[in-house]
């Protein structure tokens, strides 16, 4: 599975953006999608995760504003970010983990709030 991820940018606290990953490969084996994100000097945490069959989970730190979703074909995924903190400032990286539970990575797409 190839991730193909876009949407980041520059955004001022409180801002949203949106973030989309399309899939491409073997997209008929991805059993869930999702996002992490990595800001410097930190791990990489989980941000949201969605199944195949709709269910969600997020990040403590983000539930309530950001919402993950994936459209019908179940080869896009999108992390609507409303209400952004500096906190929130990472490179956020697609996630898709398939049947076999292998996991493919984007590239990365960068995510900046400013104060």
């Known amino acids: 599975v190839q991730l193909q991820a876009s949407g980041g940018g520059l955004v001022q606290t409180g801002g949203s953006l949106r973030l989309s990953c399309a899939a491409s490969?073997?997209?008929?084996?991805?059993?869930?999608m999702g996002w992490y994100r990595q800001a410097p000097g930190k791990q990489r945490e989980l941000v949201a995760v969605?199944?195949?069959?709709?269910?969600?989970n997020y990040a403590d730190s983000v539930k309530g504003r950001f919402t993950i979703s994936r459209d019908i074909n179940k080869s896009t995924v999108s992390l609507q970010m409303n209400s952004l903190k500096p906190e929130d400032t990472a490179v956020y990286y697609c996630?898709?983990?398939?049947?076999?539970?292998?996991?493919?990575w984007g590239q990365g797409t960068q995510l900046t709030v400013s104060s």
């Open positions: 490969g073997s997209i008929s084996y991805i059993n869930r």
């Open positions: 996630n898709a983990v398939d049947h076999f539970s292998r996991p493919s």
């Open positions: 969605i199944s195949s069959g709709g269910s969600t």
